[in-house]
């Protein structure tokens, strides 16, 4: 399985940006797909989910009303549409896979329960 993660950019604060998360493999569908980031000095931070399905969405509420994540499973990819940027959310942005497990449902917010991770793509929002 492999992610490759792009979009980021710089862009000023009340901006948006539109990352991708493009997936290889034939069992996309099964897996939990998440977005992370990590600030210099800061450790990785969960940012938004959504399962397999797509039916269900989560958020950390510091993006909470400002990000939007979907999926397009035909094309195997992940989208956050992040608008309203603000400086704070300076960060590189990881995507990242793991089945859609009951378990997985309860820990999504853990860096630690994802299975595969994309590169990252660095998002810089200037004030």
């Known amino acids: 399985v492999q992610l490759q993660a792009s979009g980021g950019g710089l862009v000023q604060a009340g901006g948006s940006l539109r990352l991708s998360c493009a997936r290889s493999?034939?069992?996309?569908?099964?897996?939990?797909m998440g977005w992370f980031r990590q600030a210099p000095g800061k450790e990785r931070e969960f940012v938004a989910a959504?399962?397999?399905?797509?039916?269900?969405?989560y958020y950390a509420d510091s993006v909470k009303g400002r990000f939007t994540i979907s999926r397009d499973n035909a094309n195997n990819t992940v989208y956050l549409q992040m608008n309203s940027l603000k400086p704070e959310d300076t960060a590189v942005y990881y995507c990242?896979?793991?089945?859609?497990?009951?378990?997985?449902?309860?820990?999504?917010?853990?860096?630690?329960?994802?299975?595969?991770w994309g590169q990252g793509t660095q998002v810089t929002v200037s004030s």
């Open positions: 959504i399962t397999a399905g797509g039916g269900r969405t």
């Open positions: 493999g034939r069992t996309y569908s099964r897996y939990l």
């Open positions: 990242a896979a793991g089945l859609d497990t009951l378990d997985m449902r309860l820990a999504f917010r853990d860096s630690r329960y994802y299975d595969y």
